[in-house]
């Protein structure tokens, strides 16, 4: 069974490089455009990694994670921020809210791949 | 390793980026007038952060240099460190100009910078760096540690509770350590309480790790550095050179006591922190910055498309069903599988016109910065209204109707609206209105721009018109009337041409540009209270509404909309004006006949006019009589462009297919009028 990956971004270029990446790769990706539309999805089904956006409408990436972390069956499910370098702040606000760690933008397909990797051991 | 070919996300963040920077800009535009609104300065600061961020994934690093920049100043505005000025909302504004333009140039593979963009650059930079400063960098220029690569290292690690529950695996840190060198590992397992206490998501142990090898200490800060504040840590340079294979022992014998007053700084360094790249001087001369045409299309009306395929469908298998063994008793349930066909084919092709509909929006949104800046140059005050901005319409008409309404809004601003003065003067309101107005009518979309200003001045219209000979006298002309001249070519009111309205472009071409989208204009004037000019277009460019003609053994179809009214005409109405040009009375007035068979050319077809049926077509605000042999009936004409499969005909404006297979030309009116005017003129 391949792993399942949610991708929370607003930015339909980054979703698309993302999921495309991931899928290319043999996961298999969902999409939501804002922290309200990733909860929901999150709650709708289980998934083996969550990929969230910090700057989004409706529901920022932090307040997301925080929300999802709550949701039952996600404690201990990785759950990432992707954050840029000049936002060190949001890493540790990420990780105060339950987030397993960060990927830093911009990063390429394969930063992308080996952090998801890293995370399913 | 999978090689991911990121051009294939380029319009996509090519459409998002320029949709943000309209979102900006709007943003701005409200910042200015009712002073700093906490949400819309998070709406501009996700506008910019998320172009930023695209830029740097995608290779266009100066576009991510100078929105970082610009992003710099934002955050400022955000945390309240740097007031909203009218300066500050003008140079943002004049960023997202600058983007829009960076765009324009990658999209169309130029570089994206250019000496405005490098200047502009430079004000933001000033700007960041004098008064109330925020720290200048984002980036703490930071002095990685410089460590040799070398010894072994003895590390203390302590989970804290919720560093399971976070995601993170000690056992995957543990791999990951493993690979930068010879890993021991002791785990202290003293802390497991009795298993009716043991609460599954919580970690009870604590570890001594030993790793051996050429190992940079960034490198184990970089396994721990998302276990930061969920655990204790300690990580130090093993003090013996003990070789590795004796690690596996405690550290500290009494560990717990040891470890807990162990302090779990980190260091975490920010691996190669990003330098803005410099921005390279490149001069693209005016490159031809062609749209590429692709359209973002909701999907609501992509999964109405896929039912009525799914009808279709339905419908053709029934119809197949009954072929097969087909039999006169069963007419009735071939009709009305005919029936649903036509029903089918009618909706589909509705669904299919729908995704090339966009909101007008689209245009409007541009206007409000357009009559911020335009009034400020000016010395007016107005007040923009946008009504009807869900009106849908045709792509093709939405990119093209921009430059009229542009040219009517700066004409309205520049010489409609009085000055705030005159306006006091005149007992007015000192800020008018301008309002722009979008409606469905019939089948037509209709587009008001409307003032609330001095309105056409007639004497002024009429002066120039029989100064250009247009006319020879305004005596009996109604005020509608005169204003209409302002359409005829060559006409300009302005006494002094301002930089603003004076482009050389005229009346006639907003007319001419309106035409040209099967669409047309009139104004309607009152001196002291204001104009209104009102567009009137098709929904579609792609489909009309035809009568069918005969001329000779040939079909033409002359849209519905140019047609006044057809009739047979009786000898007593027409005046021969020499070499085969005849003219006819139509009520009031004398129309030139334009018979259709010597333009096109056609044989057999009827020559004298009381023997056909003559077609009183109106295009380009004159009239003509059209001589066809027969009319043959109305319909809808799928509009088949004769450009891409020919050449341009003079007087056609494309070509369709019949029912019957066969082809019939589509008459372009308003140039046939056009021609024949000009030939009456001769």
Redesign the interface.
């Known amino acids: 069974m391949s792993k399942k990956i949610l991708v929370v971004d607003d930015s339909a270029s980054m979703r698309g490089m993302v999921s495309f990446t991931l899928k290319g790769a043999g996961f298999e990706v969902k999409e939501a455009e804002d922290g309200v539309a990733g909860v929901d999805a999150a709650a709708a089904e289980p998934f083996d990694v969550v990929l969230a956006d910090v700057n989004m409408p409706r529901m920022d990436g932090i307040s997301m994670v925080r929300e999802i972390r709550k949701l039952p069956g996600y404690s201990g499910v990785p759950i990432l921020v992707l954050t840029t370098e000049s936002h060190q702040e949001k890493k540790q606000e990420g990780k105060a809210a339950g987030a397993t760690g960060w990927l830093v933008k911009p990063f390429d397909p394969e930063q992308l791949l080996a952090t998801v990797r890293r995370v399913l051991g | 390793?999978?090689q991911?070919d990121?051009r294939?996300?380029?319009q996509?963040?090519f459409?998002?980026s320029l949709e943000g920077l309209d979102a900006m800009e709007s943003a701005l535009l409200k910042l200015d007038s009712d002073a700093a609104d906490a949400e819309l300065v998070n709406t501009i600061?996700?506008a910019a952060?998320?172009i930023?961020?695209?830029s740097?994934?995608?290779g266009f690093q100066e576009i991510?240099a100078f929105t970082?920049v610009a992003?710099e100043l934002l955050d400022g505005v955000r945390s309240g460190k740097r007031a909203v000025t009218v300066d500050v909302v003008e140079l943002l504004l004049r960023c997202v100009d600058a983007l829009r333009s960076m765009f324009a140039r990658v999209r169309v593979g130029a570089a994206s910078a250019d000496p405005a963009s490098d200047g502009l650059l430079d004000e933001l930079r000033q700007h960041l760096s004098v008064g109330t400063a925020i720290a200048t960098s984002?980036?703490a220029t930071h002095t990685p540690l410089i460590d040799d690569a070398s010894s072994d290292w003895e590390i203390l690690f302590r989970a804290k509770p919720?560093l399971?529950?976070?995601?993170?695996?000690p056992?995957?840190m543990f791999?990951?350590l493993a690979q930068l060198g010879e890993l021991g590992v002791h785990a202290h397992v003293q802390g497991i309480p009795v298993l009716d206490q043991i609460d599954p998501?919580q970690c009870y142990l604590a570890w001594d790790l030993r790793l051996a090898g050429t190992v940079k200490r960034q490198q184990i800060d970089a396994v721990f550095?998302?276990a930061?504040?969920?655990c204790e840590l300690v990580i130090a340079r093993q003090a013996s050179a003990a070789p590795a294979a004796n690690a596996a022992r405690p550290l500290a014998a009494a560990a717990g006591t040891t470890i807990a007053s162990a302090s779990c700084d980190l260091v975490t360094t920010?691996p190669g922190?990003?330098k803005p790249t410099p921005l390279r001087h490149e001069n693209v001369t005016g490159s031809a910055v062609a749209e590429s045409g692709s359209i973002r299309v909701n999907i609501d009306k992509v999964d109405a498309l896929i039912n009525m395929v799914g009808e279709l469908v339905i419908t053709q298998s029934m119809l197949g069903q009954l072929g097969e063994h087909f039999e006169a008793s069963r007419l009735e349930a071939l009709r009305a599988g005919l029936n649903q066909l036509e029903r089918n084919t009618r909706e589909l092709q509705e669904s299919v016109m729908r995704i090339r509909m966009l909101p007008i929006s689209f245009v409007f949104q541009r206007f409000p910065r357009l009559v911020r800046d335009l009034s400020l140059k000016l010395g007016k005050q107005v007040n923009l209204e946008l009504h009807g901005e869900q009106t849908e319409l045709d792509k093709t008409v939405l990119e093209k109707i921009g430059d009229p309404l542009v040219h009517l809004v700066r004409n309205a601003v520049d010489h409609g609206f009085e000055t705030p003065e005159r306006r006091v003067a005149a007992g007015k309101n000192p800020t008018g209105t301008l309002r722009l107005d979008a409606f469905h009518q019939g089948g037509n979309i209709t587009v008001e721009v409307s003032d609330d200003g001095a309105g056409l001045n007639r004497d002024a219209i009429a002066r120039k018109a029989i100064e250009r000979g247009l006319i020879a006298s305004a005596d009996g002309l109604s005020d509608d009337e005169v204003a209409e001249l302002i359409f005829q070519p060559g006409f300009s009111t302005a006494e002094a041409t301002t930089d603003l309205s004076g482009r050389g472009v005229g009346m006639d071409v907003v007319r001419r540009n309106v035409n040209e989208l099967r669409g047309s204009v009139a104004v309607q004037t009152k001196a002291g209270s204001g104009s209104v000019f009102t567009i009137t277009l098709p929904l579609t460019l792609a489909i009309i509404d035809g009568l069918t003609a005969a001329v000779g053994n040939e079909s033409y179809i002359v849209p519905l909309v140019a047609v006044v009214e057809s009739l047979q005409i009786k000898r007593a109405q027409i005046t021969r004006l020499g070499a085969g040009r005849e003219v006819f009375r139509f009520r009031e007035e004398v129309l030139p006949i334009i018979p259709l068979h010597t333009v096109f050319g056609c044989r057999g077809a009827v020559s004298d006019p009381c023997d056909g049926i003559v077609i009183v077509v109106e295009g380009d605000g004159a009239r003509a009589g059209l001589l066809v042999d027969a009319l043959l009936g109305q319909q809808q004409a799928v509009i088949k462009s004769l450009e891409t499969h020919y050449q341009r005909v003079q007087g056609l404006s494309g070509a369709t297919i019949l029912g019957d297979g066969s082809i019939a030309l589509i008459v372009d009116v308003a140039g046939l009028v056009r021609l024949a005017h000009r030939k009456q003129a001769a």
Not at chain 2, 164 to 169: E, K, P, Q, S, V
């Open positions: 390793m999978s991911v990121l294939q996300f380029h996509t963040f459409d998002e600061f996700r952060h998320s930023k961020g695209g740097a994934t995608f991510a970082h992003e984002a980036q919720g399971l529950r976070a995601g993170n695996d056992l995957r791999r990951e998501e550095e998302w930061e504040g969920d920010s922190a990003d």
